[in-house]
C-alpha cells in the first residue's frame, strides 16, 4: 500500500492541519492526527468532513489523552461523510502533549475509482470548532486540510520537466511547488549534516514535502536550491 505522506495537526503555532494523502482503490488508508502547541487543553471538538463517495469510515484507534476514547467520537453520520469528536478534562488539571505527537489515527476503506480526489477537512458544521485550556477561555487554532487522490502517485520515470522549485521557505509537512516536473531519478536532497531518509521527505505529483525543520538543499543537472523549513 503507497502513502503520499502522513497526516498531523499543527507546527510552531497552534493549528490543526492536514496534508494530501493518496493510496488505492480497494486498500485501507490511515490517516494519523497529531498536534503541536498542544498545551494545558482541557478541551476540544469538532467535526472532520469527508467525500463518502471516495472514502468510506472504517475506525478510529490510537487514543492519546486520558479519557480519550471511542466514545468521543460522533459516529451516525458517517455514511454522509462527517465525523465529530469531543474531549473533556475532567481534573481541569490540563494536558499537554509534545509537539508532532500523535492524537489519533482515521481508518479509512478507499472506494473511490482511480483518479478520483476528495478534500477531508476540519469544520464547524454539525460540531462547532472549539480549543479551551486551563484560563478556561476559547483559545484559537487554525485548521488546514487535505486533500485524498486515488491512484494518483506518479512514478519517477513518467517525470522529467523543467526544475523551478518555489518557494524555498516552507512550514514543516507543507510542500515545495516543482512548477511542472522533471526527473526525481536524478536528483539529490540533502541537509548541511549529508544526505537525507526517505522518511525524511516524499515526492507527490510536482510537490515535494519534508517531515522536519531544517535547512535543505535541492540539488539538479547542477543546480543547486536552498529550502528552509520552519
Do not use: H
Not at 490511515?30 to 467535526?47: A, C, L, M, N
Amino acid at each position: 500500500m503507497l502513502f503520499s505522506c502522513t497526516c498531523i495537526l499543527s507546527f510552531a503555532q497552534k493549528s490543526f492541519y492536514m496534508i494530501d494523502k493518496n493510496d488505492f482503490p480497494g486498500t485501507n488508508v490511515s490517516i494519523p492526527v497529531g498536534v503541536t502547541g498542544f498545551d494545558d487543553i482541557i478541551s476540544f471538538q469538532g467535526s472532520i468532513v469527508f467525500d463518502p463517495s471516495v472514502l468510506s469510515y472504517s475506525s478510529i484507534s490510537g487514543f492519546n489523552l486520558p479519557g480519550f476514547s471511542i466514545s468521543s467520537f460522533g459516529l451516525t453520520q458517517t455514511g454522509l461523510g462527517i465525523i465529530t469528536y469531543s474531549w473533556y478534562d475532567a481534573s481541569l488539571q490540563g494536558e499537554s502533549l509534545l509537539d508532532s505527537s500523535s492524537l489519533f489515527t482515521l481508518d479509512f476503506d478507499v472506494i473511490g475509482s482511480s483518479g478520483q480526489n476528495c478534500f477531508v477537512y476540519f469544520s464547524s458544521n454539525p460540531t462547532d470548532q472549539e480549543v479551551s485550556d486551563t484560563s478556561l477561555s476559547p483559545i484559537s487554532f487554525s485548521y488546514d486540510d487535505m486533500v485524498f487522490y486515488v491512484n494518483n502517485l506518479l512514478s519517477f520515470s513518467e517525470i522529467d520537466c523543467d526544475f523551478k522549485p518555489f518557494p524555498n521557505i516552507i512550514k514543516r509537512n507543507f510542500f515545495v511547488n516543482l512548477n511542472g516536473c522533471f526527473n526525481k531519478e536524478k536528483m539529490i536532497i540533502y541537509s548541511v549534516n549529508g544526505t537525507l531518509n526517505k522518511d525524511e521527505f516524499l515526492f507527490f505529483e510536482n510537490k515535494l514535502y519534508f517531515f522536519s525543520n531544517g535547512i535543505y538543499f535541492l540539488k539538479s543537472n547542477n543546480v543547486i536550491t536552498k529550502i528552509i523549513v520552519i
